[in-house]
């Protein structure tokens, strides 16, 4: 990729709070048109690395660019659309208040912008924030964030709170942005919710960037965790032997197993034996990854 | 983007609240100037009581024109507690929301998002604060200047009056700047607080014990509480020390804060 087109480009990133290193020499750059997923446990670095980006605080080392500058600058800042971690807005404002708000203080925007977004999450504006439930308040964020149609855009685990659907909403306002070419750094603790979106991933660990690569190829060596439901007690055996099963519990008619990878031989083995449920448990990212991050566990196991 | 955007959101979203203060202190300020005729009717027995009090008790009651005299009836009624305090109490839980108390409820973040610097919100904000606070005095005074006839305080000139109130409200706005600051510089709501709070009790408490105690005394120079009650602008009109001391402290003080916030982390 060529660099000079990057629409964020951090480079040797380090912050360290007293003798807390929250990020150490990071390199991340995002592109036109590409969803980028920083993954990353709780307490990884993501949110100071997104602050970082966005002038809340300032580098030890390294550099934050973001459209070719710095959020310092205004012009920049205009074409940034932003939700943090921890959403809290005025609460003492009513919803449309807060739009309005900061839509003049992007210099004025068409409310039937505002109102449009509003509606394609079903968020009442008309609603005080502090009366709003968790995922309500966060669509609020979500929409200050998208209703000026940023160029970039900075979410810090977005849709945390939202229930699937409205989850789903959300990516898809992340890919109409895309296409628009906007670039678009999008933070998660988990794999799934940004697997369906995001071109190339950054997993981060204590503050380190361990592994970036495009989704496809983490998915092959992604691992899901997962419990298998059968009509009737497992045929002995049944389970022996599958390509990329790596651990297998059976009890009477249920199996849990860990599978590196593809699921596809486990699912052709099982084909024929009534399998009822599957479910998944790959929610936790320091299990779908659990090897990447084994070797350096040792001694200081969080 | 246009100025003055963050300043009218503050103002709307305080206007509520803003209204209550308001009643309170013109209900304040009328009750205290309707009540004048009776202290001066009983006038001779409080002059007796107020002079067998130690001095210091009774410069830091702000009677030490006696209590029964207009002036020194408001202001050891009004101007040397009452009226400061609320103003105080006000001008500082303001100063400390701007930036340390927005910051620690996490408003500040989102907002600075936003195309806005952050001196604009730092310098808009308290542009709201010393608004609000100037409008309180003004109410109250207002209200001391209308009454005056009908209570029998007449001989106070309105030029005195406004005086008293430029005096008053610059001391609260002091308190309220220095919280302000160093919630700017530092972003703790507690330490914000504590200093609004802890200076202006300490040096009341300095301009009170003054006439006692001699230590006190060879540091009264350092409180604006001196500065604003002594002498007093209701009988001396405007003096330097209780508009322009004020204003040499408060000015520079709200311009290092602001400086601090405008480059460091955000907490």
Redesign the interface.
């Known amino acids: 990729m060529n660099h000079d087109a990057s629409l964020i480009d951090v480079r040797g990133l380090t912050k360290r709070f007293g003798t807390l290193t929250a990020v150490k020499d990071l390199d991340l750059r995002v592109g036109p048109g590409e969803v980028y997923g920083l993954l990353g446990p709780n307490g990884a670095g993501k949110t100071t690395t997104i602050r970082a980006l966005l002038g809340f605080i300032n580098p030890t080392e390294g550099s934050v660019g973001l459209l070719g500058g710095h959020a310092r600058d205004l012009a920049i800042r205009r074409r940034v659309g932003y939700v943090g971690g921890d959403v809290t807005l005025d609460r003492n404002l009513r919803a449309e208040n807060l739009l309005t708000w900061y839509a003049d203080l992007r210099g004025g925007l068409p409310w039937k912008n505002i109102e449009q977004l509003c509606e394609r999450l079903g968020l009442d504006p008309s609603r005080k924030i502090g009366q709003l439930s968790t995922g309500n308040r966060r669509k609020v964020a979500i929409v200050q964030a998208f209703m000026h149609d940023p160029d970039v855009l900075v979410l810090d685990e977005p849709t945390a709170g939202l229930d699937p659907l409205l989850q789903r909403d959300v990516l898809d306002l992340v890919r109409s942005r895309r296409s628009a070419g906007a670039g678009v750094l999008y933070s998660s603790h988990t794999l799934p919710e940004v697997e369906d979106i995001a071109d190339r991933i950054g997993i981060l660990r204590r503050g380190v960037l361990v592994r970036e690569d495009t989704i496809a190829s983490l998915r092959d060596v992604a691992r899901q965790r997962l419990e298998l439901r059968f009509a009737h007690d497992i045929p002995p055996g049944l389970l022996d032997g599958v390509e990329g099963i790596s651990d297998v519990v059976v009890d009477g008619r249920v199996a849990r197993v860990v599978v590196d990878g593809s699921v596809a031989a486990l699912v052709d083995r099982v084909a024929g034996h009534q399998v009822e449920r599957i479910v998944s448990h790959d929610d936790d990212l320091e299990d779908v990854f659990f090897h990447y991050y084994q070797h350096d566990e040792d001694g200081d196991a969080t | 983007?246009?100025g003055g955007?963050?300043l009218v959101?503050m103002l709307?979203?305080r206007r509520r609240g803003f209204l209550w203060w308001s009643l309170g202190i013109a209900a304040l300020a009328v009750i205290t100037a309707a009540s004048y005729p009776a202290v001066k009717d009983a006038g001779r027995g409080f002059d007796e009581f107020m002079e067998s009090l130690p001095e210091g008790v009774v410069q830091m009651m702000g009677a030490a024109d006696g209590i029964t005299t207009p002036a020194g009836y408001l202001n050891s009624q009004f101007y040397a507690n009452v009226f400061p305090i609320v103003l105080l109490i006000f001008g500082i839980a303001a100063g400390t929301w701007s930036i340390a108390g927005a910051e620690r409820?996490?408003?500040l973040?989102?907002?600075?998002?936003?195309?806005?610097?952050r001196w604009r919100v730092a310098v808009e904000r308290l542009a709201g604060v010393t608004l609000l606070l100037a409008m309180l005095t003004l109410i109250a005074s207002a209200l001391l200047v209308m009454l005056r006839d009908p209570f029998e305080l007449s001989e106070l000139s309105v030029g005195n009056l406004a005086a008293a109130g430029v005096g008053v409200f610059l001391l609260a706005l002091l308190f309220a700047c220095l919280a302000f600051a160093v919630g700017a510089a530092t972003g703790s709501k507690g330490l914000a607080i504590a200093t609004g709070a802890g200076l202006a009790t300490a040096t009341y408490v300095v301009f009170g014990l003054s006439s006692l105690v001699e230590f006190f005394e060879n540091l009264r120079w350092s409180s604006p509480w001196y500065w604003f009650l002594s002498p007093s602008p209701l009988t001396e009109g405007w003096t330097f020390q209780a508009i322009g001391a004020p204003l040499l402290v408060l000015v520079p003080v709200a311009v290092i804060g602001i400086a601090i916030f405008h480059?460091?982390?955000?907490t």
């Open positions: 983007m246009k955007i963050i959101q709307r979203e409820e996490g408003t973040e989102p907002l600075l998002a936003n195309p806005v610097p480059r460091r982390d955000l």
